[in-house]
């Protein structure tokens, strides 16, 4: 249990650290930081080595946005070889479905509720 | 003494270094911490709906992860926490839910349609682009590599 978690951790910081010192070194934006990590996440996924430090991290490398590019990758693979060609259009987008429609849905219902702060 | 010349040399010198190593080993924490947050409402989810499958489960972490992230967005506190996190707040999941949300309420005075729903993918748009891009992609080379097997 502690193990777990304390695997979680060293790996999550690290992905995180990694963002950072990209971030020092090249002054990226957050949007560049987070399509690059993205992008890392769909290779991957890809090359099948991702489940190998899922199995080993868990949420360290599911929840950062590495994970949800896996998840892309990997719907779109499943659907290829559900449905052929059409599969990979469809694939994709359905098993990150409810990320991506509870970013929306909250992002939306958030800025209705909350006014914005002025930025010090 | 340091004369004023000196002490400014002096100043280069040393703060971006520090500020650099601290910004390190906060986005390592915070960003370990986050993730510990989503093991933890992974491990209570399967403890509540054991028959519930890995797949439904990552669903509904994330989902829970990206509340949480658009939530603390909108109360200002992950705002206050990106300043010293820096990359431990935005590589998360949650990190994407704060750029879909933080827009939105930046631009809300440019009215609902242009203002809200527009600039709410200012950030998270190009994400999802190359997203869905590029697994399309992965998707289409493994078409092709069933079909040449």
């Known amino acids: ?120 | 003494m340091l004369s004023r010349t000196e002490y400014v040399e002096l100043d280069k010198k040393m703060a971006p270094k520090s500020k650099e190593w601290s910004t390190l080993v906060c986005a390592f924490l915070v960003g370990g911490f986050i993730c510990c947050i989503g093991q933890a409402v992974s491990d209570v989810f399967k403890l509540c709906v054991p028959t519930a499958s890995e797949k439904l489960t990552s669903q509904f972490t994330s989902t829970v992860m990206i509340f949480i992230g658009a939530f603390l967005t909108g109360i200002g506190i992950y705002d206050n926490i990106g300043k010293h996190a820096g990359a431990g707040s935005i590589i998360p999941i949650t990190g994407f839910a704060n750029s879909v949300v933080s827009p939105a309420m930046e631009f809300r005075s440019e009215g609902m349609v242009f203002g809200v729903m527009c600039k709410m993918f200012v950030i998270a748009g190009p994400i999802i682009v190359s997203g869905v891009t590029s697994s399309v992609g992965v998707g289409i080379v493994y078409w092709i590599i069933g079909l040449i097997k």
């Not at chain 1, 060293?10 to 070194?25: E, H, K, R, S």
């Not at chain 1, 987008?93 to 702060?117: D, E, N, P, V, Y």
Request: glycine residues 14%; positive net charge.
């Open chain 1, 1 to 120: 249990m502690i193990v777990t978690y304390l695997k979680v951790f060293a790996v999550g910081g690290l992905v995180c650290l990694i963002g950072q010192i990209l971030i020092n070194l090249t002054k990226m934006t957050s949007s560049k930081i987070l399509v690059t990590f993205l992008l890392i996440g769909v290779v991957l996924e890809a090359i099948k080595v991702f489940d190998f430090v899922k199995d080993f991290a868990g949420a360290g490398i599911t929840i950062p946005i590495v994970g949800f590019g896996s998840t892309l990758a990997k719907g779109a693979i499943e659907g290829v070889q559900k449905f052929g060609l059409i599969g990979a259009l469809t694939g994709g987008m359905q098993a990150a479905a409810a990320g991506l429609s509870a970013a929306i849905l909250f992002g939306f219902l958030i800025s209705l509720i909350f006014k914005a702060r002025t930025k010090v």
